[in-house]
């Protein structure tokens, strides 16, 4: 027996979304469809529709802007994310977060492993809860295992900053956000990050707000 759905079909639901042009409005924490429900793509939207939505994803990454967008960020519950980040930042910002250029890539179906036990832990933010950033202690390499845009299976490794954009987006897909795995002592504005964590580590933060950073 079929369950019955009270939700209109994802392709509808993506089409009516790109019917305008422009990025496309961020969801914010609280709404039910960051948490639950989030299915595998399985063909729900055709070639061309999944190629439009992609594409508005990306535009509405850019606009925001952020380095990741996960597709239940924009109100649709399925398991894709794109992600690019050109990284403009200092020298020292780059050597202690690793943060390089990650080129653009979507992301669908994926998964991660962490690869070793090293962690890193470094303020994140996200879209869908403007204004605040808190320190996550992360696997500093994850395997990620899914599939691109046109269906081609992938399995790569991912280190430094990339390693973090692609767990907090693929955590988006189950139906988790970055605060649940942050340490709330950590949790700032983003003015106080801009009049005082702008060091290229959380050392201080740590040390002033009373939380602690791994090993
Ligand atoms: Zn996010």
């Excluded at 305008?20 to 609280?30: E, H, Q, S």
């Excluded at 429900?37 to 061309?48: E, H, K, R, T």
């Excluded at 955590?171 to 009049?195: C, F, I, K, V």
Aim: hydrophobic share 40%; net charge negative; proline share 11%.
């Amino acid at each position: 027996m079929a369950t019955p759905s009270h939700r209109k079909p994802l392709a509808e639901l993506v089409a009516e979304l790109l019917a305008t042009d422009g990025p496309l409005p961020i969801v914010a924490a609280g709404d039910p469809v960051l948490r639950q429900g989030i299915q595998m793509y399985d063909g729900q939207l055709d070639a061309v529709l999944l190629s439009r939505f992609v594409s508005a994803l990306r535009l509405t990454m850019h606009a925001a802007p952020g380095v990741g967008l996960a597709a239940p960020q924009v109100g649709v519950p399925l398991r894709i994310a794109v992600i690019e980040d050109p990284a403009p930042v200092p020298e020292e910002v780059r050597v202690a977060r690793g943060r390089v250029p990650q080129p653009f890539r979507v992301l669908v179906n994926p998964s991660y492993e962490p690869v070793g036990t090293a962690r890193a832990a470094f303020f994140e933010g996200c879209l869908s809860v403007p204004g605040w950033q808190a320190v996550v202690a992360r696997p500093a390499e994850v395997r990620v295992r899914g599939e691109d845009e046109h269906g081609h299976p992938f399995d790569d490794l991912f280190t430094g900053w990339p390693a973090r954009i692609v767990q907090h987006e693929t955590d988006h897909l189950d139906g988790t956000l970055y605060l649940d795995r942050a340490d709330p002592r950590s949790l700032s504005s983003n003015q106080a990050m801009t009049e005082r964590w702008t060091q290229p580590t959380p050392e201080t933060a740590a040390r002033e707000l009373g939380f602690e950073l791994p090993g």
